[in-house]
């Protein structure tokens, strides 16, 4: 739950709580766990990462933090902290405290820099922050977030001191073993062993070790590497978890259908994740919220759009309804430099090569009996008197496929560079006429696995390069 500002100090606490747990309440929602962001709820390491909210909660003599983690235990739920590891300041003053420790900061994309994992004294001021926190807050457990703003390590020689980070998180255990209480450790990581490697974390080491009871493999990332963090984590307690932050994902999949939600669900389900984060969602509908504020008093979306968590976390509609399997795009969250979260070894956009076959893996989970199938791409710079296209289903061709050259795609910014998107500037006002190929297909060429899209361009004069924006498989929903 990460809303930061609007008037939600104004909201009677009772109301405020059913607002916070409405999909939470409903009937058949599968969750067991809440990672709270403590901004708006309790205080934090720096007066000037304290949101709005938390200072108004403060004026007002409220603790809504141990009023929120009661009613998750009263739910059966456990409510960990999620901490964001490099934080970017709120208020306009400046961070005093990065001013005066120049090496507890990595100078980077953020004016003020971000926390650096490679200082010892950072470390022990973040040790006694976490702890207080945790002391003085009945939580469950503590999730170390280092995928929300990277890098964390000294940047270009991250893996070189992967060793920082294994000590912080050997410390961090060793803090939350001598509170007196059970207390879980966690961390949200990149989304597989080259991006782990390349920002500095040694997960291999983590598990082997004990340091974590579970990780959350990708934030942004429809494909994480489910079966690389199985595999380390094999013979160990340490859980894998998979995550959808709906604010900022894989690039042209913002605020998508629920059909979407359940294809990477599938997923991430038959390839064995212990459980799915979902981050940045909206608690409730947004008119619940009007009947509690005026609109006016609403000052930021309070997550992506609504969505109906039951439609989509629940184990009967996600195996019986509609599911969409894509593959990924690269880009994802613009505020980093290092590699996890921007999905930078996504498959696409890709460019057709001349006079080749390109080949696209898209993995689709489930069971396929009993449904119709449809296979779809959307591809820039085609010029429909000059370029034919072939494609292809796991080797075989698909014949008289539709083709549509006048068709507008929103998040394709094409012909301009595609920007590192957001829920805030995710639409382009002016998508220019792309082409999208589509067609229905015998469900028995798809296989329940890994699976391979192809296209080729033939008898085409354009000079200019045909790339793939998307490819996509739809599954349909159980017939009756």
């Given amino acids: 739950m990460d809303p930061y500002t609007g008037n939600l100090a104004n909201i009677p606490v009772d109301k405020l709580i059913d607002w916070l747990f409405y999909c939470i309440d409903k009937k058949g929602v599968l969750v067991d766990e809440i990672l709270w962001e403590g901004h708006c709820f309790f205080e934090q390491e720096l007066p000037c990462y304290n949101a709005k909210i938390y200072k108004e909660f403060q004026s007002k003599g409220i603790n809504i933090m141990e009023r929120i983690i009661d009613e998750c235990h009263k739910r059966g739920i456990k409510a960990y902290c999620n901490h964001r590891f490099s934080e970017v300041e709120l ?13 507890w900061v990595i100078k980077t994309w953020w004016e003020e820099g971000l926390w650096n994992l490679a200082s010892k004294d950072l470390q022990e001021f ?99 590497d489910i079966e690389w963090y199985k595999k380390i984590t094999q013979g160990t307690s340490t859980l894998v978890y998979t995550c959808w932050d709906a604010g900022h994902v894989s690039e042209g999949y913002h605020n998508q259908g629920s059909n979407f939600y359940r294809g990477m669900i599938s997923n991430w389900l038959y390839k064995g994740t212990d459980g799915v984060v979902a981050f940045n969602f909206a608690p409730a509908p947004y008119e619940v919220l009007y009947k509690l504020l005026p609109p006016d008093e609403i000052m930021h979306c309070l997550g992506s759009d609504y969505i109906d968590f039951y439609n989509i976390f629940s184990e009967e509609t996600l195996e019986d309804n509609e599911r969409k399997f894509v593959a990924e795009r690269r880009g994802g969250y613009p505020f980093l430099t290092g590699c996890g979260g921007n999905n930078v070894f996504a498959p696409l956009p890709a460019p057709i ?30 010029k429909e008197s000059c370029d034919k296209f072939k494609i292809f289903l796991n080797g075989t061709e698909i014949k008289d496929p539709s083709l549509d050259y006048s068709y507008k795609d929103q998040q394709i910014f094409w012909p301009d560079p595609q920007p590192s998107v957001y829920t805030a500037n995710c639409l382009n006002s002016s998508p220019a006429p792309i082409l999208e190929i589509k067609s229905k297909v015998d469900i028995g060429l798809i296989k329940n696995g890994t699976n391979t899209l192809s296209i080729a361009v033939f008898d085409g004069t354009s000079k200019d390069s045909i790339s793939v924006e998307r490819a996509e498989i739809i599954i349909g929903a159980k017939k009756p």
């Fill in 126 to 224: 973040k040790l006694d922050y976490i702890t207080r926190v945790m002391t003085k807050y009945p939580f469950d457990g503590i999730c170390i977030d280092f995928l929300r703003h990277l890098p964390c390590l000294p940047v270009g020689k991250q893996w070189e001191y992967r060793e920082c980070a294994t000590e912080f998180m050997r410390k961090l255990r060793d803090n939350m073993n001598r509170l007196g209480r059970q207390v879980v450790v966690g961390a949200k990581l990149p989304e597989g062993e080259k991006a782990c490697h390349t920002d500095g974390f040694d997960v291999e080491e983590w598990a082997k070790n004990n340091l974590v009871d579970f990780v959350i493999g990708g934030s942004r990332t429809i494909n994480s």
């Fill in 353 to 382: 090569p001349s006079n080749e076959v390109l080949d696209i893996k898209i993995d689709a989970c489930g069971d396929f009996e009993n449904r119709g199938a449809e296979i779809r791409f959307v591809i820039t710079n085609a």
């Fill in 91 to 103: 208020e306009s003053e400046g961070n005093e405290i990065k001013q005066k420790h120049k090496d």
